[in-house]
Each structure stands twice: as C-alpha cells, then as structure tokens.
C-alpha cells in the first residue's frame, strides 16, 4: 500500500474527502443508486437465508446385536450423551430367562450391570420386571403372560411398556449409553433389540439450493464491488498528492531482519496451549467433515467460527506435522507487518512513517506483540491480519475518498467475525473513524458494504446449520467457560498471575502500550493532535481501547485473545511513543505534560518491572531448557533498576557539550515512551535469546526447537523420542537364595497403607511395622543376577524415604566376592531442593515424605562387570514420622523407546496437550456419527497440568471419552524421560496409561443415512 497521507499541513492530513459527488447536490446516477442498494440487499438476504438453507446430515442408526448374531455385551461410547431416538425390545422369552435366576439379573442396560445410569435398563427380582429411565425406575410389573417390555425414546420424552401397561415420561430424554451389557448369555438373551439414533448434529454437508445460495451470495458481492469502483469513478476529488521517496536500504533491511525472525520462530518457537488441541479438531475433520471439538464438550462443533479450521483443513491434509500446520500463521505474521508497515503507519505517521528509527520501532513493537501470542494454529493470528486490514483499508479510503476502500474493510471485517469471537473488533476503525467515514456513506453504499460484510455470515455457515450452531453454542454455554462481560477484569488476573496466562512474554506489549496509550491521551488533550503529521496519530490507540472494550463480551477470558489485537496493538505503540517524542519538543514548556510526563514515568517504571517480575514460562514441554522458567527476569523484576535507568538518561541530558536549554525537561516528558520501548525492546530480546538456548541447553535431550529441527532434517517423534517404557521382563523376579538378616525391618509389610507395591513384586520388608520412631538395618539374601541386554536395567521398588538419612544400596558379588555397589536415592527429584516463587528464596531442605511406591533403577552400563549376584542393603537411621523406608526385590525390565514400544498398537489417545509433542502417533481413537472408538492406550500430560490433564475423559466438562474412566481400568506403564537427572523439574513429562476394558469394544451394527432437513430443523 502508498506509504504517504498528505504532506505536512494540517489540511493535507485531514482525511476528509475534498469534493462532493456533485455540486448541485443532485444525485448524478439515480439508477446506479438503485441498483447499488438492490444489489446489497440482495447480497444481506442470501447471506441470512444461508443459515436456514436445508442441509444432508448423516443420520447414523446403530444396531444391538448385530444381524446374525446373538447379544453379547459390548462397549458403545455415544457422544454426544443424549442420543436422538433410542428404542429397547425385551421379548417375553428374555424376561422369563431373567426370573428363573435366583439373583437380580440385568437383561439389557445402557451400563455395565449394576453401575448408577442416567440411561436405560431392564431388570428382573423377585418374580418382577423392572424398566428404568433416565436412572429412575419408571415401571414395575409382576411377570404376567403378556411380559415383553419396551423402552422407546425420542425428542419428545420417554415411554416404557410392560406387557399391556404403559407409563408415558414428556421430556424426559435417556443421557447416558456406554454400552450394551446383559447379565444372560447369549442363548438366553436371544431376541434382545436396541436401536438408537445417535445425536449426529453438526455432521452435514451443503445442498444444491444451499450451494446456489452461497454462489449467488459471492456473485452479489463481486458485483457490489464493481458497483463501489463505479461510484468512485462517478466522483470529483482533488487529487492525492503523495511525496515519492525512494525506500531506503535501512527499510529493506528492517523487513528482512523481521522475516529471519518470524522463520526462526517458526522453528524454534513454542507451542500454544491450545495447538495440540486445534491440530486434532482440523485432523477429525479430514474424516467427519465438520470442526468438532473431539477431547470436549460432548465433541460439540466449533461453529460458527471455523473458518480458519477450515483453512487449515488442506494444510492438515498434506502435511499434519506441527512444523507444516504453523505455516499459515507464520504467512499470516507477514501480512500483518506489510499491511502495519505499509498500510497503517504511512497513513498515520506521514511524515515519519519511512524513517529508519520508525520502522525500527515498528518491528520490535510488531514482534512484542506476535511472538507471545501469534505463533501456531489458533485464530487469534488470522483475526489480526484482519483486524491490520479494516483499519488500514478504512485510512486508504479516507485518504483517496474511495468507497471501494471501505468495501474490502467491510469484506476483511466479515471474515474476521467468522474466525473467532475477537473478530467483533473489526468495527473498532469504523467506530473510530466515524465522523469521516459518515461523509463518504450514502444509503446505497451502506447497503454495498453491509451486503459485502455478510459474507461472514455465509463463511460461518456454508457447512454448517443453524440448528447444527445453535446446539454448539448450548452445550458450550453449558459446560463453560461462559463469563459475563462484567467479570472482564478475570482476564487481567490471569495476566497478572504466575502461570503461563501472565508470563513476561504476555505481560509485556499489553502493560507497556497501556501505558503509552494513557500518556497519548493525555498529550492529545493538550493538544498534540495539531501538530504537523499527527493529525491522526489518535487513530491507533482509540482503536485499541474500542478493542479492549469490545473483548469483554467474549465468552472466555484468556490471555490469547489479546493476540487478535497484534497489528493495531503495534501500530499503538508505535504511533504512541512517536507522539510522545515530537511532543517532548513541542510541548515542553507545557507544565500539565511536565506533571503528565512524570507521572507516567513512575506509571511506565511499575509496567516495567510487574512486566519482568512475571516468568518466563511456556506450555508444557516448551518450556524445557528456557531460562528463568520459574523465576523472574532478575534485576529487571523490581523498580529500582528502572528508576536507576531513568536517573542516568536525566543524568546524561544535562552533560556539558550538546546540551540545550531545556532537555532535562523535554526528556522528562519523553521518558514514559522510553522506558516503554526499552522494556519492549528487552522483552523481545528475552524471547529470542530463550528459544535459541533453550536446544542448546537441552543438547541431547528434549525441546520444542530440537524436535521441529529435527523434522527440517527428515523426521521427529518429539518427545516420544527421549522418552523409554520400562515394563517388567516376563520371569524377570529372582527369588533370594537365602533369608534376610533384618533388624527393626518386617518381612511383606512395614509400608504405609493405602499404597500397593508394584504388581510381579515377590518379596519386600519395611521398617514401618515396627513404628515411626524405630531405627533398623536390612540385608536380603543373594539374588542370582542374569546377564543384562544393553537395553535392560535392574529395578528395586521403594517406598518411603531412600535419602536424606536413610541409605539403599545393590550390592554386586562374583564368584570371588563383593565386585562393587550402587546407591539407590531419588531425593534429588524433591522439589523443596529448587526455589519457589514468587517467594524469590530457596526453601529449606526437609527431608523427603514419600509414602508411595516408586521404582529405583540400574541400568545395564551400570552393573559392575563379572556381577553374577545382587543383593539388597538398607539402613534406616530417620526417627521422624516419615523417616520410614521400603524395599522389594530386585526385578529387570526391558528399557524400549517410546515411539518403538506404541508401534503397532491402537488405537492410542494422545491427551489435547500433547498432539503435537508426539507428531509421529496418528492412529487415534476414531470419533464420528456420534460414537467413540474406545481407545486402547493414552498418553497423558504431567501432572502439573491438573485438571486439564483429566479434561477428556469428566463427564462433568463433557468429554468425549468420559466412558473410559467410567467403565476401563487404567494400569500406568512405567516411562522415564532421558537425561532427567540433569533436568529433575523436567521428571513428569506424563503418563503412559494401558486401558482393561471388561466388554469388547463397538460389536454392534452402524447404518449412516443421508437426510436432509431444513436449517432450522434438528432432531
């Protein structure tokens, strides 16, 4: 886009256009008036029937026991809940072979028999038939002649039948199947029916009167903008004079140095929180052909703000690396700095724009804004390109007093709103900008660029339907988050707290460009606006704080949503401290700016260090190898530093040799920009620095850089690839020849209860039967040592405490004696040997209180060579209530790699943490049609990530795989992340969790129907 707006008068940066469409003031075109708003209206009427437009939605029908078959038990994981029609046969054969059993007996049942349910279930007891809806018994009946029983349920509610009595339930809906279980078997349950139609709500594809629709929609809107260029040229203006100067080298270099760092962030840069998440949402909808949400929310549907989902759909479809799916939003960076650099500033700052210090700026200030939040798949970083553009295109139009101008602002500003609740920013510019926009509008534009902007609405809806929105939106609403726009103030909480919502990255653009923002304001009432070239310079930061306003109505209040604002926010900050520097000069003698000036130094000294007293934390395992990962950026994290920085350029103002009359006071007034743009300025330099070093500190092991390297050079599993599982070797358990000599230790007890040793363990003895206060010794007898596999280890369960005064050690013999120990302690892990913050000291070291069974390993480099025999030695010295120990014999275990030991299993449910950090797993749990592949094994997160780690599988948040917690056993495979030792926070990287289900999984029929309906239609 031109650079230039004006000259340097204050007429030529008025932005008004200079002429009239005719100076008669009569309508010069009365019939291209007509047509211009016939044409957008039109275009605003297809775009609101999209939505209603009939639909073909796949109605999937699953079928109880299979054609052919006989019942038998089988797992049946719908989701969501509540199916759509549900309809259960017990023939009276059934019932009978039900009562001649001497136990209540569970004919049929939406769970495993005997288990609470909100779904169905017919029983028998005591010469009765039981039929149970909704978990409520509904009906109860002595077995008759006539003894079949019903269960049919519908949109409407319920209805049971036993023999000739019926009992109707309005309302009342079944919520819960996952399965299909019988207590008979399969010759008694003969004749068993269930028939259920799944809620298979947002799976549909267009139909040719849809399809038209959207066609004649973007046929409407190409026309309008022919008919917005026509009004342009129908217009008499003066002409846009615009100085030509030729691009420095400077200015080149500066967009070269922010397209190196924008590469080397997409290599080397973190992961979001929600990265995993979204990349698995895009991967579903390669095989469902809607954006579900998968791990939540009932597998509820993103609509209506999908469209960068389904842009990213064909990325996905070639290449579903993360390294590959970061790529839009890396392009999406670029746009947004050409449109900040080229469209924005040169429109705001025309006199100032092009200079090399400016443009400088503007890229720290645009990398402070995108490097924390603009990297990755969520939409955050296309809203703000769209957002770049409405406000750039909006000053075009001004500018040249072109219509058309307005028309793309109207059409980015649509698809904003398409793409993310933080769209609905896109009418900040327009809001800002009123006054002059108002004079270019007539009716017949406004309806042009109201008929272009709904083609947001036909992008939130060309595969979707109203009803397929509407209950999208309920069960999000349901299941939360769901804040009020009064409780805004929970988003500045998260960014000023300590987990990764506030870290420094975060804290940084959004503190320090208020702070510009507030001294801005207070310059411009005192005039700054007047002075040459800043006549718009209000523009941006009026902007910004629309936008700040209009996030309040967003439904949930993280910090990413501040990304959407990356361009106008450094388009802000940039004007922001430019203002604020030609102000210094020209206001100087102003005493209200001199008060203004130091008020919001100390303002600008506070952001400054609340800014670095933040961490330099990131997501997961992003965060491995990144320096001052729990702790503030010391010294920048307290004021003194600051102020000491403000005291030495105060200092230095007033030096002998250039010094004028009048700097001390001028750089007074100019330091809130200063402070500002240095803090911005080490915040980026920060973020750079961390994420070059952190592969270099993780050499050998795991970080996020490392494996996205790895994928340029051919291939990588992330993390799968550091990670070992150690299952126990089949007959790997000696037996001791020989008994323990023990003292204050007892034999297969003296371990805290409540904690089950390791399964395959033979022998233990603890110390704590004896009491807290006992002291004791062990020595076990030999145990015969078999020749360890390079990839084998020996391991010893303990429990209690194995340092901190206590002492384990494997003692090693050959033939001819004792060849060498090794000491078992795991105190190293205790997190009270690392500083905690924001306390800013270290804690005093206690001794460890570990009354869990954990396993202690030897790896095979690490036996003594000759060792033929091993035994166990123990000591425990400790007389406080934990200073217990527990030992279990020795076992060995195979030590495979993670990657290598999932290879041929599935399928494997990677938790939405994680997707990213094992690229190389991609054969997961199918989710489609409403139903739910049970999954064989999960990979689960760390156990810092709380409750978001269990988020897929509470039905409470609308998991989609609640049935596995509900109905499998989970059994913990042991893993071990490599190089730990040097890395002890890094310990927890996850869990590999194997999943015992009692029932067979899915044996049942599935049909899939195509159905159409109208838009509004559902069930």
């Known amino acids: ?54 639909v073909i939605t796949q109605q999937v029908a699953v079928t109880w026991p299979r054609a052919g078959q006989l019942p038998e038990s089988t797992l049946a994981f719908f989701v969501p809940y509540e199916p759509t029609e549900v309809h259960v046969h017990v023939p009276c054969q059934v019932v009978r072979a039900g009562q001649q059993r001497d136990t209540p007996t569970t004919l049929v049942a939406s769970r495993l028999p005997g288990q609470p349910t909100e779904g169905f279930a017919v029983t028998t007891a005591n010469d009765h038939v039981i039929a149970l809806v909704a978990g409520v018994e509904v009906l109860r009946a002595p077995i008759p002649t006539a003894c079949d029983v019903a269960i049919d349920a519908d949109a409407t509610g319920s209805r049971a039948r036993i023999g000739d009595r019926v009992v109707e339930l309005p309302g009342e809906r079944i919520r819960d199947i996952v399965a299909f279980a019988t207590d008979l078997g399969p010759q008694q349950a003969a004749g068993l029916q269930v028939r259920v139609i799944t809620a298979n709500w947002f799976e549909n594809s267009p139909t040719e009167t849809k399809k038209l629709l959207i066609a004649a929609q973007i046929l409407l809107v190409v026309l309008a903008f022919a008919l917005l260029i026509a009004q342009d040229r129908s217009r008499r203006r003066a002409p846009v004079r615009t100085a030509r100067r030729r691009g420095s080298v400077l200015r080149y270099l500066i967009d070269l140095a922010v397209l190196v760092v924008l590469g080397g962030w997409w290599v080397l840069g973190p992961t979001t929180p929600d990265d995993s998440f979204a990349a698995m949402t895009v991967r579903n909808s390669l095989q469902t052909g809607d954006v579900s949400n998968y791990y939540r929310w009932e597998n509820a549907s993103e609509a209506p703000f999908t469209l960068v989902q389904q842009l990213l759909a064909p990325v996905a479809e070639w290449n579903a690396n993360p390294l590959a799916m970061r790529i839009p939003s890396v392009l999406a960076a670029v746009l947004t700095w050409f449109v900040l650099s080229r469209g ?41 390109v769209g957002l770049a553009t409405v406000l750039a295109c909006v000053l075009q139009a001004l500018r040249r007093g072109q219509v058309s101008w307005l028309g793309l602002a109207a059409l980015a500003g649509g698809l904003s709103v398409a793409m993310n ?79 990764l919502q506030g870290d420094v990255a975060r804290r940084a653009p959004v503190l320090l460009t208020l702070v510009v923002v507030v001294y801005t304001g207070l310059l411009l009432l005192r005039g700054a606006g007047r002075l040459p070239g800043l006549r718009l310079g209000y523009v941006p930061p009026l902007c910004l704080l629309i936008s700040f306003g209009l996030m309040t109505v967003t439904p949930s209040k993280w910090t990413h949503y501040f990304g959407a604002l990356v361009g106008v926010g450094a388009a802000t900050l940039t004007a922001g401290v430019v203002l604020i520097a030609i102000g210094a000069r020209q206001l100087a003698r102003d005493r209200v700016v001199l008060v203004a000036g130091v008020l919001c130094t100390a303002l600008a000294v506070f952001a400054a260090a609340l800014t670095f007293a933040g961490k330099n934390n990131w997501f997961l395992h992003s965060q491995y190898g990144v320096p001052w990962g729990e702790q503030p950026v010391r010294p920048l994290n307290g004021p003194e530093w600051w102020l000491l920085a403000v005291g030495v350029l105060l200092a230095a103002s007033v030096l002998p040799g250039r010094a004028r009359e009048g700097r001390p006071r001028r750089m007074l007034i100019g330091m809130p920009a200063v402070i500002s743009a240095g803090a911005v300025g080490v915040t980026v330099a920060i973020l750079l620095y961390s994420f070059i070093a952190a592969p270099i500190r993780q050499a050998g092991g795991y970080s996020i850089g490392a494996q996205n390297l790895a994928a340029v050079e051919g291939g990588s599993c992330g993390i799968a690839d550091h990670v070992v ?8 358990t000696p037996t001791s020849r020989g008994p323990a000599e023990a003292v204050g230790f007892t034999a297969g007890t003296g371990y805290a209860p409540g904690f089950d040793p390791p399964e395959g363990v033979r022998e233990l003895w603890g110390s704590l039967q004896s009491g807290q206060i006992s002291t004791g010794t062990l020595t076990t007898g030999w145990y015969a040592l078999p020749l360890l596999a390079a990839n084998q280890e020996l391991a010893v369960a303990v429990a209690g405490r194995s340092g901190d005064g206590n002492l384990i050690t494997l003692e090693f013999a050959s033939a001819t004696g004792i060849v060498g120990e090794h000491v078992l302690d795991d105190t190293w892990l205790d997190s009270d040997e690392r500083p905690e913050y924001p306390t800013e000291r270290i804690v005093e070291d206690r001794p460890q209180d570990h009354p869990a069974w954990r396993d202690l390993h030897v790896s095979a480099h690490d036996v003594p060579s000759g060792a033929e025999r091993v035994r166990i030695r123990a000591v425990d010295d400790t007389t406080d209530p934990a200073g217990w120990v527990a030992v279990a014999g020795p076992r060995v275990r195979d030590v ?60 409470g948040i609308g998991g989609t795989f609640a049935g596995v917690s509900e109905v499998g056993t989970r059994e913990e495979i042991p893993t071990r992340l490599l190089g730990v030792e040097k890395t002890p926070d890094y310990a927890d990287w996850g869990h590999l969790i194997v999943v015992d289900y009692p029932l067979p999984g899915n044996d049942f029929d599935v049909q899939s129907v195509p159905f159409p309906r109208w838009g509004w239609r559902g069930e």
């Open 421 to 499: 609740p933080m769209g609905i920013a896109a009418i900040a510019p327009f809001v800002a900008l009123l006054p002059q926009v108002w004079r270019l509008l007539r009716v017949s534009t406004a309806a042009l660029l109201v008929g272009i902007a709904a083609t947001g609405v036909v992008a939130m809806f060309a595969d979707q339907s109203l009803f397929g929105v509407r209950k999208a939106t309920e069960l999000h609403t349901f299941y939360g988050p769901d804040v009020p726009w009064f409780q805004e103030i929970v988003r500045y909480e998260y960014l000023l707290g300590f987990d």
């Open 725 to 732: 599982v150690t299952p126990d070797v089949p007959g790997g």
């Open 896 to 955: 495979v790699p993670l990657a290598e030991y999932l290879r041929g299993k599935a399928p494997v449910l990677v938790d939405w943490s994680m997707t990213w950090n094992v690229p190389c797993v991609r054969d997961m749990p199918r989710v489609a049609g409403g139903l739910v592949e049970p999954p064989a094994y999960l990979l689960n997160p760390s156990a810092e990530l709380g409750f978001g780690g269990t988020a897929a599988y509470q039905r």
């Open 344 to 384: 924005i500033l040169g429109a705001v700052l025309p006199e100032h724009g092009r200079r090399g210090a400016i443009r400088l700026l503007a890229a720290v200030s645009f990398l402070a804004w995108w490097l924390p939040f603009g990297l990755g798949i969520r939409p955050e970083p296309f809203v703000a």
């Open 1 to 54: 886009m031109p650079d230039g707006i004006g000259q340097t008068s204050a007429k030529r940066d008025d932005p008004t256009p200079t002429a009239a469409d005719d100076p008669t003031g009569k309508p010069k075109r009365p019939l291209s008036t007509v047509v211009s708003f016939i044409v957008g209206t039109l275009a605003l009427l297809a775009a609101i029937a999209v939505p209603l437009a009939p």
